[in-house]
C-alpha cells in the first residue's frame, strides 16, 4: 500500500511522504469539493484514500 507515497529525496538527503487524505463533500452539485480536489493533487504530494460525498450511499458510490 505504501508503494509510491514514501520516497527518498536525493538532492535533501531526506526520506519523504506523501499526505493521505480523506475528503468530505457536499455531492456532485458543488464545485466546492472538485476545487479542492484539484488543487490538493496539484504537486502530487497527496494520496487520497477515503472520501464521503453524499449521504445517500447510491449517489456516493457513483461519485467517488
Do not use: Q
Not at 13 to 31: A, C, F, T
Not at 32 to 59: C, M, Q, W
Amino acid at each position: 500500500m505504501l508503494e509510491g507515497i514514501i520516497w527518498w529525496d536525493e538532492t535533501s538527503n531526506i526520506m519523504k511522504r506523501k499526505l493521505l487524505m480523506g475528503m468530505v463533500d457536499g455531492g456532485g452539485d458543488g464545485s466546492i469539493g472538485t476545487t479542492h480536489h484539484v488543487a490538493a493533487g496539484l504537486d502530487r504530494k497527496i494520496e487520497y484514500v477515503a472520501g464521503v460525498f453524499s449521504l445517500n450511499p447510491e449517489e456516493a458510490y457513483g461519485l467517488g
